[in-house]
């Protein structure tokens, strides 16, 4: 830590009254540090140091930088930043200590533990699904064996992500370098999806998690509005998009049958993410080193050449867009799982946040997602994202290890009269589609007004 001596103590009001666009103050372990500088080569994008700037952030910085973890160099970086007051002390809750106790054991029990060996059974798993559909791709004659056959790519670029998600939170190594590497390989080579767009929204989104103003994973205006106080105030201001999503004509009439046009969505939503992962760079968004921005690159480019070259051994070009349809929205319909987690939990603004006073980073994870209850032969084919609570609170964790991370905070929140959601996969989905007709309702009303 800073070896400065500070003898200022401000409160958490004066701490949010100072923060502003010119200063990013963040306060942690109880010392206010002057982010601003900073920000620019923040790892994890200026973007996460200004959501939860002018806050007490310890919760959050330990989430993404878990005491003891191998890979974080964070007390260094602490060292070097100008730590400006300290904050005024408060009377910690017991679920807060509780919550703080687990998070400081989790590297000493071992939940922080890598295995190559988990990710080698992995691997031969994927290989094996990649081999099978190259083979069937090439022996196809018929639209039956076309339709085999991207079932079973669909397959692969589902279960493939599961890796690329794991590298992006630097969980399968611990090494910046192996990991952006696998990621590399499992995101743009693979599945054709560039990990660095990806991270750069994750991220935020586990920082803010259903947060209808900054989490980006729920801000799919005109298409999509899961709040409905969005709808009802026609729109939201995107900090992550840097500008105001409308709830214009066409946006409502969309999302007044969003609870129709989910599925539909969902099956061409994979065009719209490759896209994405060109656009993020075309756009300048990207900060990283320029080679590895252009190994990237060059990677989802070399992606679709092989996908065209595989295709264009089969029979006619009829056979061949229906592989390149069938594949894509087959893998977009399997990606539901993803959205099971968090489409049908309550969308919050940063209002609403800011009311967990008691483990607010804690509470507002438990709020907002819900695990995916499985078995010994299902959970596979979540990637270990059916423990998407205990994810989020420990989101560098091995994928491995959540069971027993669950199974900690569960135990926890029993004690402390918290809920902890848990559901069949089965239920969860309706629920995503209950909160999909209830917004489409509210959006239909407004639009009779």
Not at 42 to 50: A, D, K, N, S, T
Not at 229 to 235: D, E, L, S
Not at 412 to 427: A, N
Request: hydrophobic share 45%; proline share 4%; aromatic share 12%.
């Amino acid at each position: 830590m800073s070896a400065t001596v500070i003898s200022e103590t401000i409160t958490k009001d004066e701490l949010k009254s100072r923060n502003g666009d010119s200063q990013l103050l963040i306060a942690i372990d109880g010392r206010v540090f002057d982010v601003t500088v900073w920000a620019s080569k923040h790892p994890g994008g200026r973007e996460i140091l200004q959501a939860v700037a002018g806050t007490d952030a310890t919760d959050v910085f330990y989430a993404f930088h878990p005491p003891g973890c191998p890979h974080s160099a964070c007390s260094k970086v602490l060292d070097r930043l100008p730590c400006v007051a300290k904050i005024e002390s408060a009377n910690k809750s017991e679920l807060q200590r509780d919550f703080e106790l687990l998070r400081n054991n989790a590297n000493d029990i071992g939940l922080y533990s890598i295995s190559l060996a988990y990710y080698c059974r992995i691997w031969a798993w994927l290989a094996t699904i990649f081999s099978l559909s190259v083979i069937l791709t090439l022996r196809a004659t018929s639209c039956t064996s076309v339709l085999m056959a991207s079932a079973v790519s669909a397959l692969f670029l589902q279960q493939s992500a599961f890796v690329g998600h794991d590298s992006g939170h630097l969980s399968v190594t611990f090494s910046p370098t192996l990991d952006w590497a696998i990621g590399v390989v499992f995101g743009p080579l693979l599945t054709g999806l560039s990990i660095s767009w990806w991270k750069h929204s994750h991220n935020l989104h586990h920082v803010e998690t259903n947060n209808s103003e900054r989490d980006p994973d729920i801000q799919h205006l005109p298409l999509f509005a899961l709040s409905e106080k969005v709808i009802r105030n026609g729109g939201v201001y995107s900090y992550y998009h840097g500008k105001f999503m409308p709830l214009n004509s066409l946006a409502g009439r969309l999302v007044s049958h969003q609870h129709i046009l989910f599925l539909p969505v969902m099956f061409f939503a994979r065009f719209n993410l490759y896209a994405q992962g060109f656009l993020f760079f075309w756009s300048g968004k990207y900060r990283g080193p320029t080679w590895k921005g252009a190994v990237e690159v060059g990677a989802m480019l070399f992606h679709q050449l092989i996908v065209f070259l595989l295709v264009s051994s089969l029979p006619s070009a009829k056979l061949a867009v229906l592989w390149i349809l069938a594949t894509n929205g087959l893998a977009g319909i399997l990606n539901l799982q993803i959205t099971t987690s968090h489409f049908g939990q309550p969308v919050l603004d940063s209002n609403k946040i800011t009311e967990f006073e008691d483990a607010p980073f804690l509470l507002h994870q438990l709020a907002t997602t819900t695990d995916i209850d499985t078995t010994w032969n299902n959970s596979w084919f979540f990637g270990g994202l059916e423990r998407q609570v205990a994810h989020h609170i420990f989101p560098r964790m091995p994928r491995k290890n959540l069971d027993d991370a669950a199974a900690m905070i569960k135990f926890m929140c029993r004690r402390h009269g918290v809920e902890y959601k848990s559901q069949p996969f089965g239920r969860a989905l309706r629920e995503v589609f209950t909160a999909l007709r209830r917004s489409a309702k509210v959006a239909k009303t407004r639009g009779q007004e």
